[in-house]
């Protein structure tokens, strides 16, 4: 036992919430100058990170620039781009990559040389891809020297409920607030508190506030919801990226169909087998994402559906089969033959843009919480984030992070209360939280999604509101449990994308308001403090 009353399995120098791409680098980058605890609500293989299929980007080839990288980001980001942060992250891609494939990360190659592929708005050939299945690969390479390492202590099925502030306890005095640790929800709904140094949130995206989303279960905002509860303004909530075809289920879970097939001849159709694309764009289905996306959508509130169909038949079998083969397996599993029938399609939410205002070290106004990855937003995307930019973004945030406070003093920590659970009452009416969850991300996707307007978005905002009232008073009175959590946090979360969204009064980048239709000559970040909502 130590002094503060602490065991060695309650105190840490770092404790990092988060095991996706961000939080695994971080703990690999610490473990040599403290002790570690990585925590995960799931398991490792439950995060953003392992669903990323694409790749990721920078500079490695000799025909390519960090120039040009920095140039195509400051483009996709709609002027919205803070270009410090832009130049920071961009100039160690070629680093970020090489480090990634000494660590055994399996990229593709051709010759001694890395294969790199082109994806949309990028002006080279400059993604570094393992197959179509980089996430994984990278969530792999990354994950082995860090359950090897005895300084590294991994807590799965874990979930980080709130971290603890000098300023909650009341010993705050003057001069910036300070972490102290966090309260953990336990697999047997405990509620442990741990005491760090340094706690970083490595938490992810918050996808599951929309019906339709590209991410799985774990995006639900927690990191962000809990630096806001601690007192950090987010910057950016409004950018959310939509990608627009994900397969089509009637429960909401969905997963991507990519764009290559667009880019082979696919077409975008409605229920009658219309093909509406060209009344949009000239270029049709090889229009860029956002205007796809938007383009699905009007047709989809225009003909009251909640579909439309991706048709790859034009493709025909061979092709199909030679070039789509997992896409194909996957989808016959869901009972869909492509080479028969077109595909279901909605767009779903895939990318936050914003989250918790940082540095590219993921520095909050509070000594000793980071804020890293896709919870944090240093400003990279701007108003919209360029293709396979952001596993780079977690990446670089983690290095940053680590390098920024390994040498700093290990200073004594106090001892902190527990978690005070008096006067909850068993629960009664679970159907409350069932119900909430379902109002939450049918209000988001229809109110506030691709398209928005005031009269929606103050729609939106009323209903959300009541929500919320209602879930912190039965938060409060009841035990917790993940599910609750991730409610509070979610409709946390939805206020704040909604209050974002109605101070922006132009559209930019993936923000589209009917009622602003035009772009504003100065561009202003939406910056969100606690005592905003
Ligand atoms: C389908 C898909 C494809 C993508 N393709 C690409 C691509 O090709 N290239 C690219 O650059 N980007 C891609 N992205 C985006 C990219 O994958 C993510 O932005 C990135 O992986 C985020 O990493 P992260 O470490 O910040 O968070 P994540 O990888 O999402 O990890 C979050 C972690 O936090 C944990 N967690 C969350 N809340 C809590 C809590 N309360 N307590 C404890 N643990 C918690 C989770 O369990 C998880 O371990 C894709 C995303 C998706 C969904």
Same mark, same amino acid.
């Given at each position: 036992?130590?002094t503060n009353?602490?065991n060695d399995s309650?105190?840490?120098?770092?404790?990092?919430i988060g095991?996706?791409?961000?939080?695994?680098?971080a703990?690999?980058?610490?473990?040599?100058?403290?002790?570690?605890?990585?925590i995960?609500?799931?398991?490792?293989?439950?995060s953003?990170?392992?669903?990323?299929?694409?790749g990721?980007a920078?500079?490695?080839a000799m025909?390519d620039?960090?120039?040009?990288?920095i140039?195509?980001?400051?483009q996709?980001g709609?002027g919205?781009?803070?270009?410090?942060?832009?130049?920071?992250?961009i100039?160690?891609?070629?680093?970020?990559i090489?480090?990634l494939a000494?660590l055994?990360?399996?990229f593709?190659?051709?010759g001694?040389?890395?294969?790199?592929t082109?994806?949309a708005?990028?002006?080279h050939?400059?993604?570094?891809?393992?197959?179509?299945a980089?996430g994984?690969?990278?969530?792999?390479?990354?994950?082995r020297?860090?359950?090897?390492?005895?300084n590294i202590t $991994?807590?799965?099925h874990?979930?980080?409920?709130?971290?603890?502030?000098?300023r909650h306890l009341g010993?705050?005095?003057?001069g910036?607030?300070?972490?102290l640790?966090?309260?953990l929800?336990?697999?047997k709904?405990?509620v442990v508190t741990i005491?760090a140094?340094?706690?970083?949130l490595?938490?992810?995206?918050a996808g599951?506030?929309?019906?339709?989303?590209?991410n799985?279960?774990?995006?639900?905002?927690?990191?962000?919801?809990?630096?806001w509860?601690?007192?950090c303004?987010?910057m950016?909530?409004?950018?959310?990226?939509?990608?627009?075809? $994900?397969l089509?289920?009637?429960?909401?879970s969905?997963?991507?169909?990519?764009?290559?097939?667009?880019g082979e001849?696919?077409?975008l159709t409605?229920?009658?087998?219309?093909?509406f694309?060209?009344?949009?764009d000239?270029?049709?289905?090889l229009?860029?994402?956002?205007i796809?996306?938007?383009a699905?959508?009007?047709?989809?509130?225009?003909q009251?559906?909640?579909?439309?169909?991706l048709?790859a038949?034009p493709?025909?079998?061979?092709?199909?089969?030679?070039h789509?083969p997992?896409?194909?397996k996957r989808l016959?599993?869901?009972?869909?033959d492509i $080479?028969?029938?077109p595909?279901?399609?909605?767009p779903?939410?895939h990318?936050?843009c914003?989250g918790v205002?940082?540095?590219?070290?993921?520095r909050?106004?509070?000594?000793?919480l980071h804020?890293?990855?896709?919870?944090?937003?240093?400003g990279?995307h701007?108003a919209?984030?360029l293709a396979?930019?952001?596993?780079l973004?977690c990446?670089?945030?983690a290095e940053?992070c680590?390098?920024s406070i390994k040498?700093e003093?290990?200073?004594?920590?106090p001892?902190?209360?527990e978690w005070d659970?008096?006067?909850?009452?068993?629960e009664?009416?679970?159907?409350q939280?069932?119900q909430?969850?379902?109002?939450?991300r049918?209000t988001m996707?229809?109110?506030?999604?691709?398209v928005?307007?005031?009269?929606?978005l103050?729609?939106?905002r009323?209903?959300?509101?009541m929500?919320r009232?209602e879930?912190?008073?039965y938060?409060?009175q009841?035990?917790?449990?993940r599910d609750?959590?991730?409610?509070?946090?979610?409709?946390?979360?939805?206020e704040?994308?909604?209050?974002?969204?109605?101070s922006?009064?132009?559209s930019?980048?993936l923000?589209?308001?009917?009622d602003?239709?035009?772009?504003?000559?100065?561009?202003?970040?939406?910056?969100?403090?606690p005592e905003a909502l």
């Open positions: 036992m130590s009353g602490y309650t105190v840490f120098d770092y404790l990092i095991s996706g791409a961000a939080g695994l680098l703990a690999n980058r610490l473990a040599e100058h403290g002790r570690v605890a990585i995960n609500k799931g398991t490792f293989s439950e953003n990170t392992w669903y990323a299929q694409g990721i920078g500079v490695t025909d620039s960090v120039e040009e990288h140039a195509d980001t400051l996709a709609a919205l781009c803070h270009e410090d942060a832009v130049r920071e992250i100039s160690r891609g070629g680093h970020i090489r480090e000494e055994g990360t399996p593709d190659t051709e001694e040389h890395l294969h790199l082109r994806e708005a990028h002006s050939r400059r993604i570094a891809h393992a197959k179509d980089t994984r690969a990278v969530g792999e390479a990354l994950l020297p860090v359950v090897d390492n005895p $991994c807590f799965q874990y979930m980080a409920v709130d971290v603890i502030t000098a010993r705050y005095m003057q910036p607030d300070r972490c640790g966090t309260y929800l336990t697999p709904s405990e005491a140094r340094h706690t970083i490595a938490t992810g995206g599951k506030v929309y019906l339709y989303t590209s799985p279960h774990v995006a639900t905002g927690d990191g962000i919801a809990m630096a509860r601690a007192g303004p987010v950016n909530l409004e950018f959310i990226q939509f990608h627009p075809t $994900c089509f289920s009637p429960s909401g969905t997963e991507l169909i990519t764009e290559a097939l667009r001849g696919a077409y409605d229920a009658h087998g219309y093909r694309m060209p009344e949009y000239e270029r049709a289905e229009a860029p994402r956002d796809v996306a938007r699905i959508d009007h047709e989809m509130k225009k009251g559906g909640d579909h439309m169909y048709d038949r493709l025909g079998k061979a092709k199909l089969e030679e789509f997992n896409i194909l016959k599993h869901n009972g869909i $080479c028969k029938e595909i279901p399609i909605v779903a939410a990318y936050m914003g205002q940082t540095d590219v070290a993921g909050t106004p509070i000594d000793g804020v890293i990855g896709e919870a944090a937003c240093t990279l701007g919209n984030r396979s930019n952001s596993l973004e990446l670089v945030m940053l680590a390098e040498d003093a290990k200073v004594p920590l001892s902190l209360p659970a008096s006067g909850v009452e068993p009664s009416e679970r159907v939280i069932k909430n969850w379902e109002e939450i049918t996707s229809n109110y506030v999604g691709i928005r307007s005031d009269e929606r103050r729609r939106a009323r209903r959300l509101a929500i009232e879930i912190t008073s938060y409060w009841h035990p917790i449990g609750l959590i991730e409610l509070r946090n979610l409709s946390l979360i939805a704040m994308i909604v209050k974002s969204a109605q922006r009064k132009e930019r980048g923000h589209y308001s009917t602003y239709p035009s772009l504003l000559t100065e561009a202003h970040d939406t910056i969100l403090t």
